[in-house]
């Protein structure tokens, strides 16, 4: 194998060895005789690599320049190298420029025709039968009811607003501004006047006359509190007075009604009451207004008890007309007469001693009211 071998020192001592093949020859291939050539090189001062020189200078101060002659016998061309690995694919390029439009295209056919559309009907009332075709759907706007969608006849309504909800009450809404005064209206008819009712109490029914044994004493009304109520423990043929101011506009009262309320400690006969009225005035002497007993005063407080520790209410309806005892006199001054009877009235004007219920009567207290 032709070629030349040769090495040289630098100022630095950097050793290198330059082998040029320029001229190699192939086993079992003639040479060929190549004129004298002369190469040109520049070392690297520090690391001593060399480059050939084609053209220009060597870098000055870390360079140095190198030259030599060669000649030989040139060898035959190689047998061509394997080739190499196909490289990375290249970025891609810029997309180039849009193409002009083309020519517009021939008119499509005509489709075909849709189905046509529903209408959704409304009114005041439910859909006639002659509105609509199959598909429609009909809104009564007083009931909110939907009608839908109709066959051949409307389907039976649904109602469009649902049930109340269950949620808890709202919060109250402030107080709006005050209203203008409306006009004044028109005079409302005269009421009556002064007090409507009076009450009166065990203690004020328990004075009679001599010999009365009826004494203001207590009844349980519950257990197991203990819970003791004011009762009269009235008894019989005694009979109570005690005077009360007329109210106020029970003149012209056309009748008073008188409620008294007692009860027993057993069943068996009737309890009667008696009312007795009368009144006076400024200047009456009192020892000439003893209480008398009005028409039918006693035929009318006879009842059977409804039951032991049971609340039986008597009630005594009493006209209010001139000469009539107990009449309401305006500032008058009203004499009671109250007692508990033992007769039984038979209902022809004749008495039955000792006809009624001759147990224990509890007296609660007794109303008055005026009728007008």
Not at 107 to 117: L, R, S
Not at 129 to 156: C, H, L, M, R, S
Not at 330 to 337: A, D, K, S
Request: with cysteine.
């Amino acid at each position: 194998m032709g070629g030349y071998r040769f090495g040289f020192k630098l100022k630095h001592k950097i050793s290198f060895f330059l082998i040029a093949v320029l001229g190699v020859s192939l086993i079992g291939v003639a040479p060929v005789v190549a004129a004298d050539t002369v190469t040109t090189a520049c070392v690297t001062t520090k690391t001593g690599a060399i480059r050939i020189l084609l053209k220009g200078t060597c870098k000055a101060k870390v360079e140095k320049k190198i030259s030599w002659k060669s000649n030989g016998v040139r060898g035959i061309r190689g047998v061509q190298g394997i080739q190499g690995i196909q490289g990375i694919q290249g970025a891609q390029g810029l997309t180039g420029p849009a193409g002009i439009n083309g020519p517009a295209g021939a008119d499509g056919k005509n489709g075909v025709d849709g189905k046509n559309g529903n209408t959704i009907w409304y009114g005041t009332t439910p859909p006639a039968a002659n509105i609509g075709v199959a598909g429609d759907f009909y809104v009564n706007t007083v009931t909110n009811f939907w009608f839908g969608p109709k066959t051949t006849v409307w389907p039976a309504g649904i109602s469009l607003v649902g049930p109340m909800g269950a949620g808890p009450a709202g919060a109250t809404g402030a107080t709006g501004p005050v209203g203008a005064t409306g006009a004044t209206g028109p005079a409302g008819p005269t009421g009556q006047s002064g007090y409507s009712s009076l009450w009166f109490t065990p203690n004020d029914l328990r004075l009679g006359i001599n010999g009365d044994t009826s004494t203001v004493t207590s009844i349980l009304i519950t257990t197991p509190s203990q819970y003791f109520e004011e009762v009269l423990d009235i008894d019989q043929d005694r009979t109570k007075f005690f005077f009360r101011a007329v109210p106020k506009g029970w003149s012209s009262a056309t009748s008073t009604t008188w409620k008294i309320y007692w009860t027993t400690d057993g069943v068996g006969a009737k309890v009667g009451f008696d009312l007795f009225l009368n009144t006076g005035e400024e200047g009456s002497n009192i020892r000439d207004i003893p209480p008398g007993c009005n028409v039918g005063c006693s035929s009318a407080t006879q009842k059977d008890p409804l039951g032991v520790n049971l609340i039986n209410v008597t009630t005594i309806t009493l006209p209010n007309s001139v000469n009539m005892p107990g009449r309401m006199i305006e500032n008058g001054l009203l004499h009671i007469g109250f007692s508990r009877t033992s007769s039984l009235y038979n209902g022809d004007n004749t008495f039955t001693d000792n006809g009624l219920y001759q147990g224990k009567v509890y007296v609660f207290g007794m109303s008055a009211t005026a009728n007008f």
